[in-house]
């Protein structure tokens, strides 16, 4: 958690995370809550990644099946 709001707070970043978490300092007009077209999912769990290095072929499959995984998470819904 700590590591994403020092990266939203300091850059020009969006950054996906539950609202309660960071309620305060949406209040406190720090980070700024923008409108989604889903709601109520699930908690989401993400991966950061360097946008100024190319991802290696062991994290493209990471990637990759984690899409799968969620893909078929969302169609057994």
């Avoid at 970043?13 to 409108?35: H, N, R, S």
């Amino acid at each position: 958690m700590s590591l994403g709001c020092s990266l939203a707070l300091n850059n020009d970043a969006v950054w996906f995370v539950p609202a309660g978490a960071v309620e305060q300092d949406i209040e406190l007009g720090l980070l700024t809550a923008l409108p989604m077209p889903f709601a109520d999912t699930d908690e989401s769990i993400g991966l950061m990644h360097r946008n100024d290095a190319a991802r290696t072929p062991v994290e493209e499959s990471l990637v990759d099946a984690l899409r799968e995984a969620g893909r078929a998470r969302a169609a057994a819904k």
